[in-house]
Nanobody, 119 residues
Framework: QVDVVESGGGSVQAGGSLRLSCAAS????????MAWWRQAPGKEREPVAR????????YYIDSVKGRFTISRDNAKNTVYLQMNSLKPEDTAVYYC????????????WGQGTQVTVSA
């Protein structure tokens, strides 16, 4: 069982930037595919970006392409989400997600970090 803890959320104005971090426990982080998801009020949780264990970015939701960048530092057991040109519609709770078996199934979630973008 791997545990993850997100940080870096906050409140910004439209056009601003934030960097989210997700620190994972354990010594096999480098073997995991990792992802960021988000859930806006009244909406279902949706995947935002995913990065494979080989650092190949495999997915971005269309609405964040060109604005968000997912990356990882295996030496620090950490995955990041750099968010630029933020929009009010990016307001959500952002969750770090672990796919430890690399089969496309999430088997661990963080507690979430709130991102609020004001117009």
């Amino acid at each position: 069982q791997v545990d993850v803890v997100e940080s870096g959320g906050g409140s910004v104005q439209a056009g601003g930037s934030l960097r989210l971090s997700c620190a994972a426990s354990g010594d096999t982080f480098s073997n995991y595919n990792m992802a960021w998801w988000r859930q806006a009020p009244g909406k279902e949780r949706e995947p935002v970006a995913r990065i494979t264990w080989t650092r190949t970015t495999s997915y971005y939701i269309d609405s964040v392409k060109g604005r968000f960048t997912i990356s990882r530092d295996n030496a620090k057991n950490t995955v990041y989400l750099q968010m630029n040109s933020l929009k009010p519609e990016d307001t959500a709770v952002y969750y770090c997600a672990v796919d430890s078996t690399r089969r496309g199934r999430i088997d661990a979630w963080g507690q979430g970090t709130q991102v609020t973008v004001s117009a």
